[in-house]
């Protein structure tokens, strides 16, 4: 007679395939074995696709890069004990971010847990608040489908996100025959949940007033008629935005009379900044999400009504952005930007149409939405939910692996160095088209920009903020069995064609000027503006 975790852990993954699930994420361990043999049935079956990984911090990223990609919940199974606590930091991604990931962990029976036994903890309530739903399996077939559906509509939405499936195994752990349990008819899950979904009542806005929209990830319309938009790599309205939208916002003789904010914008302090001025009406546009208002001045929330938008408003700010637009591309042309800002405008401009791009977090995502034009054709990730540099590799090798065309990404090295294992991958494993570009300045760059970089701070800054290393990326490649490149910022274009596998391409860079550059050209662009702006060109 089949044993009772095996009995569970098949109808635990038999459900998941029922209700949409394609990939799943597992790594190895004793307590999880029972779920390990049911996923790895279900991958020979052609079920669903299975990627097994040796860390779970990056297995949690690998399964937030593959929901992105695919729009589907992605399980990520581990053992008891740490290796349940590794998932936290992608948890907490997918729950800001809205990425439904399941955490399916394993765990020791009820009477295991504190009395000392091995690798156990408490995992009842792990992950706080920041999953949808957390669930203990049922033993009972009936039940335990039940429940997977239950996580399953929890992933879903309205606001996607994180949901924690706890599943106590009794020995046995490993199966004595290949009799999966009975469900209900094929393809039909054990209970079917509708989709949620919510209609806003329009936003009180002055149709004929100077408006200006700021979006970021999450944003629900890719284009806002008539409108100018200032939109973060990442966001649905980011390929018709405006080039040099991120310079122009601190200029007064721009500031509108209000603002809508479309979905979550946290990448620049000038948009703070804009929210703050009292003299701006702030609206939101509704959407799954709880909507962003760092400054509390949001006035109402809501879906963007009928506008009457000013011409001469609009023809301002696309002359603003013309000139800063000149003007920042002159700069990159001679060598007078920072290297990244010119490795940024490269790397969009070259992609291949039906890329997946991924961006790391710190300066990278900041130098395309700086310095690279706009551009449909591809489409973009961005781990902006929490903004942390850790797995960023795993996240872009799901990504990849769930995209139809070439994966591309753009990190800096600290980012590479923080997820090394996420190159690793198995030989019996699924492998992306994946070129990831570093940028590698040997060190915390994007810490020069902010307020430890002045130069009153110098003397604590290099060891403590800057973080310098002495690795050789080419060596730690060679280690372990990826392609590796050296190029300048000018030379991209020539090494972006797909190419199978995992490769890396480093660009090296001086990061010692790179505080005093931003100034020289915010300066640059700012005058170019302002005569722009009052010439009314």
Known sequence: ??????????????????GGVTDAVLCPGSRNAPLAFALQAADAAGRLRLHVRIDERGAGFLALGLARGSGRPVPVCTTSGTAVANLHPAVLEASHAGVPVIALTADRPAELIGTGASQTVDQTGIFGGAVRLAVTAATDDRRVRAQVCRVLAAAAGPWAGPVHLNVPFTEPLVPDDDVWPAGRPAGQPWTSAPPSAQVAPPLPLDPIAPTLVLAGTGDPAPAYAGLPVVAEPGSAAWPHALRAGPWLLDDQALRPAQVVVAGRPTLHRSVQRLLADPDVAVYALAGAAPWPDVPGTVRAVGALPQMIPDPVWLATWKAADRA?????????????????MRLARELVAGLPPGSALTIGSSNPVRDIALAARPRSGITVLTNRGVAGIDGTVSTATGFALAGGGPGYALLGDLTLLHDVTGLMTGPDEPRPDLTIVVLNDRGGGIFGLLEQGAPEHAGAFERVFGTPHTVDLAALCAAIGVAHTAVAPADLAGVLEPAPGVRVIEVPADRAMLRSAHGELRKAI???????VAHGA
Do not use: F, W, Y
């Not at 007679?1 to 029922?18: C, F, H, I, K, P």
């Not at 637009?325 to 920072?338: C, R, V």
């Open 324 to 340: 800063a637009a000149s003007t920042l591309d002159a700069a990159l042309d001679i060598g007078l930007a920072p290297a990244g």
């Open 1 to 18: 007679m089949t044993g009772q975790s095996t009995r569970q852990a098949r109808a635990v993954v038999d459900e998941l395939v029922r």
């Open 526 to 532: 700012g005058a170019s503006v302002a005569e722009a």
